[in-house]
């Protein structure tokens, strides 16, 4: 049993179901951030969490309360939406101990809690001033400082930098990180930014249409995608997906891949168990930073394979030169060091690493189970 | 280094402007013609206006006219002057315009913060009142004044005023509070306050715009109605039937002057409050109806 548990939980909106059977067991201290498309979910299940959406079927349970039906104030969790939702008529002090005083606390504890929070948060000089008169991220704070006062058993975010400029969100995202580092508190975070969810969370939970499509540390959402959709969603740019064919030869099982000429290529798979799957096609899943030229390859993989190739465009991205080929009759991406030098139209030596490869079922779109 | 304009509006000649400028002066002496005519005649004795001086300021200025609309003229039978009438007024419109934009606030934030199943046919079934003629309903509200026993009182009028501005004063709210953003109401529902306190402490402070323009228009047409004042009025008759009654009296002499003051005697209010609470006006209009 976690500290919040998601057990078996479904939402219908009349007819319709919009969440299948969600379960999740988060514990104590963990940082669980659900990711997805717009219209997964996600959301849904975080206001049901919250308690602003009913509970079709299932339960949720807050340190082993079950809080179905329970009014939101009385779950002991905080909330920090997207849009801030901070009162525009009341000051900064104010929007921060609006929770206490509706929840009784005396003026003296919530002029402490305040002055604690305000610290933390670096918005001491803010006190006074109206939400109006604030910053996005002065008012990203303030909200964060609303929940913190709180000092609530579980913190929900609601997709809280996408009203951010991207500079301010890489500086508010380490923020947060950092935030969590030194309170050790529970958060559930949601977001579609599957950057955001790689770096904050210590477990992933990838959702789409209504179903967890994995859950997992973020390495292994990353590495081992349960199927194409988290494969796809997660990773910038998207991981290669290639038609390929499994040939045994010398008793490993080997991916056969055609060429941008249509030659056909072979890489060695690492995974012994994919021979069972001789002859027949699967899709290879490999991502960009796995393809490489042969002097930045990972020298401490133990599976790199050698592939020619030619480009077909090259984009400098400044830290990385991103190019273009062609594999298995479409467009792949590898990501190369910044100062290789590569030209469109050019044919040269890849280095491939096949130990971070993964192979689907083209039928299931499930990843292929290897040992 | 005044090479950079601020200006982005159409640019004009001074000839143009000069034109527009008297053009907008003439439209406005126009508008206030009557104000003067009768600011004029209520200060002249009542043989100046009958001599046919009608445009003329006053020969002899006089305040009498308006102390006798004020406080003796003949209202009806009795010579008491309008001042009981006003009295009459001002008791029913305060507590008529208060509840009803008070109930229409609360409508507003239920219809839109707090929805449920068919709420946007019970607010269209509000709108539709907004379409009633005043005609179709004094019979049915004749009756229903009598089974309470509030008719011919001034309770009565606030009444009947409330039901009938509660179908505006809904819909300026409820177009309002649309635009009032539910993750706020959500916030405060997690911070743990209830119905009324969400009211009073997140949605009443930021209502001003929208609580001008529901006074100001439930406080002209209640002030101004004469209608259901005459119906159901008895003998708390408000200002307007009051005025009628003064201007309409078909015998003795037509006292003019004293019209003339009565009339803007019954005007005042209205008149004070565009006047006070008038720029707010149209701002909370454009807010209530357009973002809606």
């Known amino acids: 049993m976690g500290f919040l548990d998601i057990r078996n939980v479904t939402k219908s909106y009349g007819n319709v179901e919009v969440l299948h059977r969600v379960d999740i067991a988060v514990e104590e201290g963990e940082f669980l951030v659900l990711v997805g498309p717009s219209g997964c979910g996600k959301s849904t299940l975080l206001n049901m969490i919250a308690g602003l959406e009913g509970i079709t079927g299932g339960e949720i349970a807050i340190k082993g309360h079950v809080v179905n039906g329970v009014h939101p104030s009385r779950r002991n969790i905080a909330m920090v939406f997207q849009s ?8 900064v002090a104010q929007n921060m101990t609006f929770g206490l005083e509706m929840h009784g606390v005396p003026k003296p504890e919530r002029e402490r809690a305040l002055a604690d929070v305000a610290k933390l948060l670096q918005i001491d000089h803010l006190l006074d001033r109206k939400p109006g008169q604030l910053s996005g991220g002065q008012r990203q704070r303030v909200a964060m400082g609303r929940a913190l006062v709180r000092d609530p058993d579980v913190f929900l975010f609601d997709e809280p930098l996408s009203n951010l400029d991207a500079k301010l969100r890489v500086d508010m995202r380490t923020e947060i990180k950092k935030l969590h580092q030194k309170l050790k508190t529970t958060i559930v975070y ?65 991916a056969s891949v055609t060429d941008a000429d249509g030659r056909p290529r072979l890489l060695r798979f690492s995974q012994g168990s994919l021979a069972a799957w001789d002859g027949r096609d699967i899709l290879l899943g490999i991502r960009p930073e796995a393809i490489t030229d042969p002097e ?13 190739n030619r480009v077909t465009v090259t984009e400098p991205a400044g830290s990385d030169t991103f190019v273009t080929m062609a594999l298995g009759g479409q467009d792949a991406i590898a990501r190369m ?20 490869a993964v192979a689907f079922d083209p039928k299931t779109e499930q990843r292929i189970a290897s040992d | 280094m005044s090479a950079v304009t601020q200006d ?32 004029v005649n209520s200060v002249k ?5 009958t001599g046919g001086n009608m445009m003329a300021l006053p020969e002899v200025w006089t305040l009498d006219p308006w102390r006798s609309a004020w406080s003796t003229a003949q209202i009806g039978v009795e010579p008491t002057g309008l001042k009981p009438y006003f009295l009459n007024s001002i008791l029913m419109v305060v507590p008529a315009v208060v509840i009803s934009t008070i109930m229409g606030a609360l409508n507003g934030y239920i219809l839109t913060k707090w929805r449920f199943r068919g709420d946007t046919w019970v607010f269209g079934l509000m709108l539709f009142s907004c379409f009633i003629p005043f005609q179709i309903v004094l019979i049915p509200m004749a009756v229903v004044l009598g089974k309470l026993g509030l008719a011919g009182s001034v309770p009565g009028l606030v009444l009947v005023h409330v039901v009938y501005g509660i179908g505006f004063t809904t819909l300026y709210f409820r177009n309002y509070y649309a635009t009032f953003p539910t993750e706020l109401v959500r916030a405060a529902q997690i911070d743990g306050a209830g119905f009324f306190q969400i009211f009073w402490r997140i949605l009443l402070p930021v209502s001003g715009p929208i609580a001008v323009v529901s006074i100001i228009w439930q406080f002209t047409n209640i002030w101004n109605d004469f209608l259901f004042g005459a119906s159901f009025g008895g003998t708390n008759q408000p200002m307007t039937v009051a005025l009628n009654n003064l201007v309409q009296s078909s015998t003795g002499v037509k006292e003019y002057n004293v019209h003339f003051a009565g009339a803007i005697l019954a005007a005042l209010p209205t ?8 720029r707010y006006f149209v701002r909370g209009l454009m807010a209530g109806s357009v973002k809606g």
């Open chain 1, 84 to 91: 801030y939702a901070l009162y525009p008529n009341m000051t």
């Open chain 1, 190 to 254: 949601v977001t579609h930014d599957q950057i955001e969810a790689m770096t904050l969370s210590t477990r992933i939970a990838v959702m789409n249409k209504g179903y967890v499509q994995q859950l997992g540390t973020p390495k292994e959402i990353y590495d081992t995608p349960a199927n194409l959709f988290v494969a796809t969603f997660m990773g910038s740019p998207a991981m290669n997906i290639i038609p390929a064919r499994v040939v045994v030869q010398d008793g490993t099982p080997h």
């Open chain 1, 296 to 308: 930045g390859a990972d020298r401490k993989s133990s599976n790199i394979q050698a592939l020619t």
């Open chain 1, 337 to 356: 060091r910044a100062d290789a030098s590569v030209a469109a139209g050019q044919t040269y030596d890849f280095a491939v690493n096949m130990e971070k």
């Open chain 2, 8 to 39: 982005t509006a159409v640019s004009m000649g001074r000839v143009t402007r000069a034109l527009i400028y008297l053009l907008l002066l003439l439209f406005a002496l126009f508008y206030l013609l009557p104000l003067y005519v009768m600011g």
């Open chain 2, 45 to 49: 004795p009542l043989a100046e206006i």
């Open chain 2, 271 to 278: 008149l004070l409050v565009y006047i006070v609470a008038g």
